[in-house]
């Protein structure tokens, strides 16, 4: 994945950049110190990720994410990283892949490269010609959007990548989709069932008999409780039972 790494400060570039030799599929082509000599960068290599500091002279790093999509056409990933937790919403809210703190950990950062392979591996996988969801949902050429049919509007366009977590409302007898940035969950037509949400992409695997989760969400399993990568992480009820345990885990290398 060529790599570019925007921050106003030389050593953290250094220091991400060696950092990042550890891992054979990621190759920093480009840095920058500002966002004008990172847009001529952008443009003349394309980059598959941008690493990007939140405090930036000029425009903030979050404004800034949406000229990195116009710029690669909404195909660079972008990891925003910052000492200041606060900015972690609005990085996400503007369509950032994934948020790192300073200083970055070694840590995190191999489980956030982990997430990107997951991710783009779902991403380039074809979609099956008869997709059950078809029914329900229309899946975009691009693979990035869904449309969902709700009870309550003609229909609902989501990022995949802003998609947390399915759950079964018992109550309702329906299904529910939480997405970043809505204050509620969306509530699905009542024909859908788990086999069709599970058809809609392989980023989404069911954990339970009343959960399914966007496995890119997944920061870990503690004493069978999902604990999720912002902004999903205030959701501390999702319990992995015991017969989708080893398919779960099956989906990620162990060491």
């Not at 606060?86 to 840590?107: G, H, Q, T």
């Not at 329906?174 to 970043?180: A, F, N, T």
Request: glycine share 4%; net charge negative.
């Amino acid at each position: 994945m060529k790599t570019i790494i925007i921050d106003d400060e030389i050593l953290s570039i250094e220091t991400l950049s060696r950092m990042l030799l550890e891992y054979d599929d990621i190759e920093v082509v480009g840095s920058a110190c500002n966002t004008t000599v990172a847009e001529g960068q952008i443009k003349v290599a394309s980059p598959d990720l941008v690493f990007l500091d939140v405090e930036l002279p000029g425009m903030s790093g979050v404004d800034f994410i949406r000229e990195v999509k116009r710029l690669t056409q909404g195909r660079c990933r972008v990891v925003m990283y910052t000492g200041h937790k606060d900015s972690m919403l609005s990085s996400f809210r503007n369509e950032a892949f994934d948020f790192l703190l300073k200083p970055v950990d070694r840590d995190e950062l191999s489980a956030m490269i982990q997430r990107l392979r997951l991710h783009i591996e779902s991403s380039n996988q074809k979609a099956p010609d008869n997709n059950p969801a078809d029914i329900n949902s229309t899946v975009r050429r691009d693979r990035e959007k869904l449309i969902f049919n709700t009870n309550f509007s003609d229909f609902r366009v989501v990022s995949i990548a802003d998609i947390g977590l399915f759950y079964y409302n018992s109550d309702q007898r329906i299904w529910e989709v939480v997405v970043s940035g809505c204050e509620e969950p969306i509530r699905l037509k009542r024909n859908v069932n788990c086999e069709t949400l599970l058809a809609l992409d392989p980023c989404f695997v069911q954990v339970s008999q009343r959960f399914v989760i966007n496995i890119n969400c997944l920061m870990e399993v503690c004493d069978n409780v999902c604990r999720l990568y912002p902004p999903f992480d205030h959701i501390n009820n999702v319990k992995v039972a015991r017969l989708y345990r080893k398919k779960l885990i099956s989906r990620f290398n162990t060491i």
